[in-house]
Nanobody, 124 residues
Framework: QVQLVESGGGSVQAGGSLRLSCAAS????????MGWFRQAAGKQREWLSS???????NYAGSVKGRFTISKDNAKNTLYLQMNSLQPEDTAIYYC??????????????????WGQGTQVTVSS
């Protein structure tokens, strides 16, 4: 079955950087688009970025220019490089695989598989 395992979260000061990883298994990773989301306490899950199988990427306005999504098909791993982190970036971060392998958009309903999440805390 599909399994997604995030890692790389932690606590940083404002202006710092973190790199999240998402190890994928149980499906053909290279043929699927993938997405990153986050959920802050008391808020709805927010789409951050997605990447198509061939490489094109999309970003939410709140993270564009600061976050970079990438993937290593040989390692079945998705990444999210996060720079210039701010306290408002504090949240649990999730990777997600879609219901339809070529369709990754902003809606959580588009995705059928989620990791357990990794906590990112940014202090001022």
């Amino acid at each position: 079955q599909v399994q997604l395992v995030e890692s790389g979260g932690g606590s940083v000061q404002a202006g710092g950087s973190l790199r999240l990883s998402c190890a994928a298994s149980g499906f053909t990773f290279s043929s699927n688009c993938m997405g990153w989301f986050r959920q802050a306490a008391g808020k709805q899950r927010e789409w951050l970025s997605s990447i198509k199988p061939s490489g094109p990427t999309n970003y939410a306005g709140s993270v564009k220019g600061r976050f970079t999504i990438s993937k290593d098909n040989a390692k079945n791993t998705l990444y999210l490089q996060m720079n210039s982190l701010q306290p408002e970036d504090t949240a649990i971060y999730y990777c997600a695989a879609p219901k339809r392998r070529g369709t990754c958009d902003w809606s959580p309903a588009t995705y059928s598989s989620w990791g357990q999440g990794t906590q990112v805390t940014v202090s001022s």
